[in-house]
């Protein structure tokens, strides 16, 4: 029987993103009117309120979040880079982690380290057996963050510092990274560049963001070359192109690494109505995704797979997203997607041949993967 996790906590709304205009200040001389960050509550807020009012919260085991600490902190990051995030978060109008375009108010340091501890106690809890599988609907977001400095909206590195403590504390040998999140999940591949235990596969819109990293040539350095896979793929893959890449790439690089514990950074920016993502991925396409992945977990890594949430800007879609991977999560339906009528039947969901050249140029590099 599949007992599914469910991390949320109400504190995550209060991370305070600010007045901003998408991504950029406002700035009444350029035309920039006061509005609200792209990175804000909506859409975490409205993910959880449709699990709990489609009745799907009666399904999932809650993991209570704690604080991490800064020694799991340590595990990837810098104490510079944690101290800055601390005394910026201290201050009366809060900071920004680095990039200048990834602000925070006060308090933020305290949320987002709930965040990381709530990801913490779900690994804890998959290895005492309590669950077999779980999502972590967590804010601040973390795949961009790398070891001395946070961006992309991002503070610290969640998953990353999930995969160090599952290593540490439960003596996890080998670990796979799925990242279906619109950008690159740099700061992932940053933490396990040269890690041979780590495998990290990205898929993303080529050079969205960040601009100069996600490309295929980044396989890995030393004796971790070849497990860093970057599938990156042009503007307008639906779920005939996301479909592909797991079936002739993700697959069947899981099934050659073996991992024993498989992460996802779960972004719901990849899906047909985000507005900083120019990818078609519906609530459908979400689904078999995750049916896919348990399948292959069921294989080599007795189900176990955790999900951190990344991205998602739409708080209109990504609720049906959320609720769509935590139906198969968990293996129960109660809601179908409204808005399949139309979006699954877009005629650019299916494969082009540029599509299916560029996940050949990217499967090309399963050669290069160490069996085990």
């Not at 009745?55 to 704690?66: A, F, Q, S």
């Not at 179908?336 to 082009?352: C, E, G």
Request: charged share 20%; with cysteine; proline share 5%.
């Amino acid at each position: 029987m599949t007992t599914t996790g469910y991390l949320y906590h109400e504190v995550f709304g209060w991370h305070d993103t600010g007045t901003f205009v998408g991504d950029m200040p406002a700035d009444p001389a350029r035309g920039l009117q006061p509005y609200q960050n792209y990175e804000h509550a909506d859409t975490k807020r409205r993910i959880h309120e449709l699990i709990v009012v489609s009745g799907l919260i009666k399904h999932l085991k809650r993991i209570e979040p704690r604080l991490a600490t800064e020694a799991e902190l340590r595990l990837v990051h810098t104490q510079r880079h944690i101290d800055y995030i601390k005394t910026q978060s201290e201050t009366r109008l809060g900071g920004d982690a680095g990039d200048l375009t990834t602000p925070f108010g006060k308090g933020a340091y305290e949320i987002a380290r709930l965040g990381v501890g709530g990801i913490l106690e779900m690994v804890d809890a998959l290895y005492r057996n309590e669950i077999t599988n779980g999502y972590a609907l967590v804010r601040p977001p973390g795949h961009h963050a790398i070891p001395d400095q946070g961006m992309g909206y991002c503070l610290f590195a969640n998953g990353s510092i999930a995969v160090k403590y599952a290593q540490q504390k439960h003596n996890v040998g080998r670990i796979a990274v799925i990242d279906w999140d619109v950008h690159h999940g740099n700061g992932t591949q940053d933490v396990f560049y040269d890690d041979p235990t780590v495998l990290t596969i990205s898929i993303h819109q080529d050079r969205l963001y960040p601009h100069h990293t996600g490309l295929r040539e980044e396989q890995g350095s030393n004796s971790g070359f070849g497990t860093n896979l970057n599938i990156p793929l042009s503007a307008g893959v639906g779920n005939a192109g996301y479909q592909k890449v797991f079936a002739e790439i993700v697959i069947p690089a899981l099934r050659k690494f073996k991992p024993e514990l498989i992460f996802v950074a779960s972004g719901f920016d990849s899906c047909v109505f985000d507005p900083l993502g120019r990818m078609l991925l519906t609530a459908s396409g979400y689904t078999e995704l995750t049916k896919q992945l348990m399948e292959v977990a069921a294989e080599v890594a007795q189900g176990r797979i955790l999900m951190t949430h990344e991205g998602g800007y739409n708080a209109v879609y990504s609720p049906i997203c959320g609720q769509a991977v935590l139906q198969e999560l968990s293996g129960i339906k109660l809601l179908d997607d409204p808005f399949a009528d139309s979006v699954d039947n877009y005629p650019s969901q299916q494969l082009n041949s540029l599509q299916d050249h560029e996940i050949a140029l990217a499967a090309a590099l399963l050669t290069d993967l160490p069996t085990h």
